[in-house]
């Protein structure tokens, strides 16, 4: 049915009908409305069988995740930003359990300085935490992504972050396809757990493991993530033939066939990375794009099939390695292993900044002619960082410097724009 | 047998089960006990803890006709009871994290209602950091949302499987690896501290009790009882470490019958926030005879000994038998 909503709404709907029978729920923007709505729904009776928990912390959501899932139902929970680091202890946890549980993630930037609006660096600090990774483009993929990462997480045993950007696809209200019950239910099968807490058959989950055995079990984690390689694009093709729309999968490729210059990105500035890309193109630059979908686990061969023939990659990013550069540009640099050709990171977005078509257009050109440094911050204002800095050098007692720089860029009404 | 039964027998440790008709008997005196958690596991020798959780567990299990399931915080308990590929759990079990035993607890209670599995029943479990300390905030969040969960803290008065650091149970001028018995003022200061039970009962849970494994028939009935409600329940268990309090192994019940019998630790039961009953102390004794089996408060009776010290921690005590009316 298609319907004019709001990206958090559609997720939540989407959540409904993969029937999950525990939900639990902790305030943080921009994540909330998906919970909003999920708890209305469970209210209202319209969610049967199940459970919506209002927990104390995110910590808490995810240790109530924990044990609903081990005690065999399907759970979901949703956060963004400090709500992902504060329960960051439990979400390796649910990962080495290998409990399947589905948590939306409405990216968005970890403080200090607190900020509220989209970057990625929420779930980029959890890459390596055993979870999937997925990124959604545009709020029907949002929703799409739900449905598939549920079978997912299940097949597996391995739990699924799906990321969609907060506020631009969270609060965006964009036409959405929403399936039907039955759709839904033909795709996605009752959860059969492979573990579970059950008096019937009673076993002990969370023993301590040594050195003996760690590393085997660390290894089928890791395990679990390459049979995912292979799977995700199995369940993108079946949720196609189910639901006749394209969403998931490991990566898209966006005109890439003869092109020089390949632009890299997360999410839902690919949208504006293409209408630029479509421009450029007109103007006869060969110029493509390449969206990554499945960031855990990491589509090696699939990056390096699409990236090979360029002459330069520009890995466009919404968080920052600090002392580093890129995150996303390691994993893309040890796709192309082997291959010498250009590399760019451009740090952009970060915190909510605009990616604008004017920057991207300009960062392209530079990217075509080789005259970017390695690791670029788009629109990074050189004034305002050279002020701090040279007041730096100056004073010792120079007090925060966020507040410093706010105090010099003056009302945020004179800088929009 | 319908008259209730007193026992007057003082200056022994057991009473016999045999004085007693057999439903009337302990749990642990059944011969189909559940062993719930078996023999075979890596506490030390005289360790409170495993006893308490071996009278409360299989207690639990008697009353819930074996339908339970125990979340387990990281600690003592968890690591001595699970050497993996061993475990000495017969029952379903899990261990997630440190902080989050209540928490995941509340999951485990949820699903069973998704499910509508209302006979299982679900039980969370840790020492005393992970329940007062850094599992404080899910407890507090469990029993807020009075979720259907009996949440049992062992309190051994501090960290001990990592080596004996003071917790926010650890009673003043204990000595533990990060309150040495060194300077002007050794050990653990005064005026800290968090008492667990009376927060627990600040939130209005259908049940809040205190129990000793010096009283274990007292323990298994507050377990069960437990079990016979429905939402959050707490339990708060004194569970001698010979370890980590420097006592004889074979001192563990008669550590934790003077904890109570001096009046350090009030054995009591409250439903809806209101103390409803308490265990009397008969023959009240001072302290320093508690003390004085622990090498923590070694410190005390030096040389001349810290007499004014001990006065304080007389102080606590004469408090508790006034507070909870104990010697009646």
Redesign the interface.
């Known amino acids: 049915m298609l319907k004019q909503t709001e990206g958090s709404h559609a997720v939540a709907e989407a959540v409904a009908l993969c029937r999950p029978?525990?939900i639990?729920a902790y305030p943080i923007t921009p994540q909330t409305h998906i919970v909003e709505g999920l708890g209305e729904m469970v209210k209202a009776g319209e969610l049967a069988?199940?459970?919506f928990?209002?927990?104390?912390?995110e910590?808490?959501a995810m240790?109530?995740?924990?044990?609903?899932?081990?005690?065999?139902?399907r759970?979901y929970t949703a956060t963004s930003s400090q709500g992902l680091l504060f329960m960051a202890?439990?979400v390796y946890?649910a990962a080495g359990?290998g409990l399947p549980i589905v948590m939306t993630i409405g990216n968005r930037a970890i403080g200090a300085p607190i900020n509220i609006w989209n970057d990625h660096s929420d779930s980029m600090s959890m890459r390596d935490a055993g979870w999937i990774q997925l990124f959604a483009e545009t709020n029907q993929e949002a929703l799409d992504l739900h449905i598939q990462a549920f079978r997912l997480a299940e097949e597996l045993s391995c739990p699924v972050m799906v990321c969609m950007d907060g506020f631009i696809l969270t609060h965006a209200y964009e036409r959405v396809d929403i399936p039907t019950q039955e759709q839904v239910d033909a795709f996605l099968p009752g959860y059969q757990p492979r573990q579970l807490?059950?008096?019937a058959?009673?076993?002990?989950?969370?023993?301590?493991?040594?050195p003996e055995?760690f590393t085997e079990v660390r290894y089928l984690q890791h395990h679990k993530q390459l049979r995912a390689i292979g799977l995700i694009p199995q369940l993108a093709a079946a949720f196609s033939k189910e639901f006749g729309r394209n969403s998931g999968g490991l990566l898209r490729t966006y005109r890439t066939e003869d092109a020089e210059t390949i632009v890299v990105a997360l999410g839902s500035v690919n949208g504006t990375v293409q209408d630029v890309v479509d421009e450029m193109r007109e103007r006869g630059v060969r110029i493509g794009s390449v969206s990554i979908c499945s960031f855990r686990p990491f589509p090696l061969a699939a990056l390096r099939a699409a990236l090979e023939h360029a002459k330069r990659v520009v890995v466009l990013e919404k968080c920052l390695a600090v002392g580093l550069g890129g995150i996303v540009s390691d994993g893309v640099r040890k796709s192309l292993s082997g291959i010498a050709l250009h590399g760019y990171t451009v740090i952009a977005g970060l915190g909510g900044r605009a990616i604008t078509r004017t920057s991207l257009t300009r960062l392209f050109e530079d990217a075509g002619r080789d005259e970017l440094e390695q690791v670029t911050f788009l629109d990074l204002n050189a004034d305002v960082v050279s002020f701090e800095l040279e007041r730096e050098s100056k004073t010792r007692r120079t007090g925060p410097t966020a507040e410093a720089i706010l105090r010099r860029i003056g009302p945020v009404a004179a800088s929009i724009g | 047998m319908d008259a209730q039964i007193k026992f007057y027998q003082t200056g022994t440790f057991t009473v016999g089960n045999r004085l007693l008709a057999e439903d009337q008997r302990t749990v642990q005196a059944d011969m189909h006990r559940t062993n719930s958690l078996n023999s075979g596991h890596r506490a030390c020798q005289g360790c409170g803890e495993a006893l308490g959780a071996r009278y409360a567990i299989d207690a639990a299990m008697r009353a819930t006709n074996n339908q339970l399931i125990a979340v387990n915080a990281t600690g003592c308990l968890e690591v001595f009871s699970t050497p993996y590929p061993e475990t000495s759990w017969q029952i379903p079990w899990i261990h997630s994290l440190f902080g989050n035993a209540a928490a995941v607890a509340s999951g485990v209670a949820a699903a069973q209602r998704a499910l509508g599995h209302s006979h299982v029943r679900v039980i969370a479990q840790g020492g005393d950091g992970g329940t007062t300390d850094i599992g404080f905030g899910c407890l507090s969040g469990m029993f807020e949302r009075n979720d259907d969960v009996l949440y049992i803290c062992y309190d051994n008065e501090a960290y001990m499987n990592t080596g004996v650091q003071r917790s926010s149970a650890t009673p003043p001028l204990a000595r533990t690896a990060t309150t040495p018995a060194v300077g002007p003022y050794p050990g653990n200061v005064f005026g800290t501290g968090k008492n667990v039970p009376r927060i627990a009962m600040a939130h209005g849970i259908p049940y809040v009790a205190t129990a000793s494994v010096s009283n274990l028939r007292d323990l298994e009935r507050k377990v069960t009882h437990a079990m016979s409600i429905h939402g959050a329940r707490y339990i708060h268990i004194f569970v001698p470490c010979p370890l980590g309090w420097g006592s004889a192994s074979a001192d563990t019940i008669k550590i934790a019958r003077l904890a109570v019998e001096t009046g350090l630790f009030p054995l009591f039961e409250a439903h809806h926030g209101e103390v409803t009953a308490h265990t009397q102390i008969r023959h009240q004794i001072p302290v320093t005879e508690y003390l004085k089996l622990q090498k923590r408060y070694a410190h005390l009776f030096g040389s001349p000994p810290d007499l004014e010290r001990i006065a304080l921690i007389q102080q606590m005590a004469d408090h508790n038998i006034e507070k909870f009316d104990l010697l009646h």
Do not use: K
């Not at chain 1, 928990?53 to 912390?57: A, F, Q, R, T, W």
């Not at chain 1, 995740?65 to 005690?71: F, K, L, M």
């Not at chain 1, 058959?201 to 040594?210: I, K």
């Open positions: 029978q525990v639990c069988d199940c459970e928990i209002n927990v104390e912390s910590f808490a240790s109530v995740a924990i044990g609903s899932s081990a005690a065999g139902v759970t202890e439990a946890n359990l807490l059950d008096p058959d009673p076993a002990s989950f969370g023993a301590l493991v040594g055995a």
